[in-house]
């Protein structure tokens, strides 16, 4: 185990593998992401089916346990623990040991929210809000909602229908184009839904004429087959 975790690069730490943290690798697993899961509680690693988990079993609050689970070559962190404070520790010390690391954690508390972002997370995520606007929405917006939650990110190849492609892919001899110029829908099938630009601004249903900058992104949505095409023409 250590060998495998000590030949990862760029993969994603995962600190808690309580609900959030197995459906976060479960997603991981979907993509054939390459993660490392820390949890201090061994019997959570009893019994696994997937031979493809890199655990630690320890206490991710721990600098050393991090630097066991590879932080300083890791691309990403994502802190799932129930208890805010221990998310917060983590934040802090992950952020000291790489400073370019991206980091997402999940959160209960409103106040916990602000203090994570000024910690250093990239990303913090509140479970308990987005499942009580979710309910609401189905009331509110019932078909809007019934239709997204059959989008799929991520999954079995016959079941996803939107994805990100990068400016490098899209443009591989590095000339930035316009959406029209790169004719994507007509070579793929799939449309283009939004824009992120390389300042992490984000454009729904951008214009034809939408320049793709280096360093953007588009989010394209599409039939599985589609998108699975799109993929391969563009080896996403």
Known sequence: MKKRIDSLNDHIIVCGYGQNGKQAVQKLLDYRKDFVIIDDHEEVFQNL????LNYIVGNATEDEVLSLAGV?????????LPRDADNL??????R???????????????????????A???????PDRIGGSHMASLVVVP????????????GEQDSINVEQISFS??????????????????????????YKSPSGTYVVNPEPSQRIERDSKLIMIGRPDQIEYLKKYYSV
């Open 169 to 194: 892919k899209i443009c591989t001899d590095g000339v930035e184009r316009s959406i029209s110029e790169t004719d994507i829908r007509k070579k793929t099938g799939c449309s283009v839904i939004g």
């Open 120 to 126: 250093g997370a990239d990303n913090v995520i509140m």
């Open 89 to 94: 520790f983590i934040v802090l010390s992950a």
């Open 143 to 154: 078909d809007l909602v019934e239709f997204l939650d059959n989008l799929s990110v991520s």
């Open 96 to 118: 000291q040991l790489k400073k370019d690391l991206k980091i997402i954690s999940r959160a209960t508390e409103e106040n916990s929210y602000k203090k994570l972002k000024l």
């Open 72 to 80: 300083e070559r890791a691309s990403t962190l994502i802190c799932a």
């Open 49 to 52: 089916e997937n031979d493809r």
